[in-house]
Structures are given as structure tokens and as C-alpha cells.
């Protein structure tokens, strides 16, 4: 389907599922707008998705709230705590580095963990990247409590100039959609090869569910034009 289509789910709050890159993960996402998710919605990535349920940010939002990197929190707390040095070193195979920030509940969710209670964390972060984006103070500990069960993950500083992973491809849609740029996504797993779902099957699901799929490099493309006209309208 086209960039288009999924342009238009996401202004309905309606999830897309997005891939991005054969070269890349070669992984499919359940993306769905973060102010719009619903417990059900929860239900939905954890069965058909299987992932981990995270929310995607939008770069100043994400530096207007002050979330860290993860990487960075545990590079200054090895400092202080040798014994985690070892596993604060970055090497993983498909990219330069983690998007993961920090790890939040809610405050008023209970455990953090249920359809309800991850739905009202994830809905409020999309509330809040929301008014942060309009100019809006927000004490991000005044609401949030971490660690909790939601995964924070920060979208690079160029989104998809710099870093092309999911979190990028779903903020940049959610940009040129015009809402709240935070996302939440979850990987399409198979539980019968105990990899990633392959990306025919992630069609088939799509197209079973009247979902629109867009592919990574469709999404840089149209993001590329987005970002060219927008420049144009500020000259």
C-alpha cells in the first residue's frame, strides 16, 4: 500500500504495520499513534505482534522532557558502579547504536504491566510529546515513574538521515501525518521459526486485517519530499 494510505490510518488512530529494510532488521512493526492506544490495542501487539510493546519519540519532544539514552545512563552510572562497565559497551550487528531510553509506568497504573495499565502509560506519553511539540512546559516525574514497563525509545536527532530503525520510520510517518510524533510499535515475531515474521506473512496479516504495510524505503522517500516542501514554506 501506499505512504498515503497509512498517512491516513494514522490520522484515525488506526494502526500500520511498517517494514524496514531487508538489509536492515528485516522486521515488520505494529505501528499505532500513542494518544490514540487502547487497552485492546495493547492486546493486540502482545498476541499478534509479540514484541516489545515500546513507544517511538520524536526527537525534541524528546530533549524538551529530558530522556536520556540509555546507553549514556549507564556509561555515567559505571562510573560510580564498575561492575556494569561490561555491559554498558555497544555492539550490536545491525546499527550504530540503541534508540532505548528510559523504562516508565505511569503513576497511576498499578503494576504497569496490564492491557490497562501500559495503555495509560503509552496514551499519556502520546498526550504529552503532544503539548511539549505545541510549546508546553512538562515535569516528565510529575506523571511518569521509572523503572516501569513501557520502553521510551528517543528517534534520532536527523530522524531518517541519521538512523533508518523502526523507531525513526514511525515518527517520521506520524510527522507527515501531522500528529502527536510518538508511536507505539511492537515486532511482528513467529512463534513457529522463533524469528522475526517474515515479510510475505506480515502482508498476508495486513491485508487479512484491512491494515495498511509500508515499506522502509518508501517512507524515507516521502519523508524526504516532506521535509523539501516544508523547508520551501519557510524560505
Not at 27 to 46: G, Q, S, Y
Request: hydrophobic letters at 45%; glycine letters at 6%.
Amino acid at each position: 500500500m501506499s505512504v498515503e494510505e497509512a498517512l491516513k490510518a494514522f490520522r484515525r488512530g488506526e494502526p500500520v504495520l511498517i517494514y524496514d529494510f531487508d538489509d536492515r532488521e528485516g522486521e515488520t512493526d505494529i505501528a499505532i499513534p500513542a494518544i490514540n492506544v487502547t487497552p485492546r490495542d495493547v492486546a493486540m501487539m502482545r498476541k499478534d505482534g509479540g514484541g516489545l510493546i515500546c513507544v517511538a519519540i520524536h526527537p525534541v519532544a524528546a530533549d524538551k522532557l529530558r530522556l536520556p539514552f540509555m546507553h549514556d545512563v549507564l556509561r555515567v552510572a559505571s562510573q560510580h558502579i564498575p561492575e556494569i562497565s561490561s555491559i554498558a559497551s555497544f555492539d550490536i550487528k545491525y546499527d550504530s547504536r540503541s534508540s532505548f531510553s528510559l523504562w516508565v509506568n505511569h503513576r497511576d497504573t498499578f503494576t504497569g504491566i496490564t492491557d490497562i495499565d501500559r495503555a495509560l502509560t503509552i496514551r499519556r506519553v502520546g498526550e504529552v510529546v503532544d503539548d511539549v511539540m505545541l510549546g508546553k512546559e512538562f515535569d516528565f516525574g510529575s506523571e511518569f515513574r521509572s523503572p516501569g514497563h513501557v520502553a521510551l525509545l528517543r528517534a534520532a536527532e536527523t530522524l531518517t538521515y541519521e538512523r533508518v530503525g523502526q523507531t525513526e520510520l514511525s515518527v517520521a510517518l506520524a510527522e507527515m501525518a501531522g500528529i502527536a510524533p510518538a508511536v507505539a510499535i511492537c515486532e511482528m515475531l513467529d512463534e513457529t521459526t522463533g524469528r522475526a515474521l517474515k515479510k510475505d506473512k506480515a502482508m498476508a496479516y495486513a491485508e487479512e486485517n484491512g491494515i495498511p504495510f509500508v515499506e522502509g524505503k518508501d517512507i524515507v522517500a516521502a519523508y524526504a519530499d516532506f521535509k523539501e516542501i516544508k523547508a520551501k514554506l519557510f524560505i
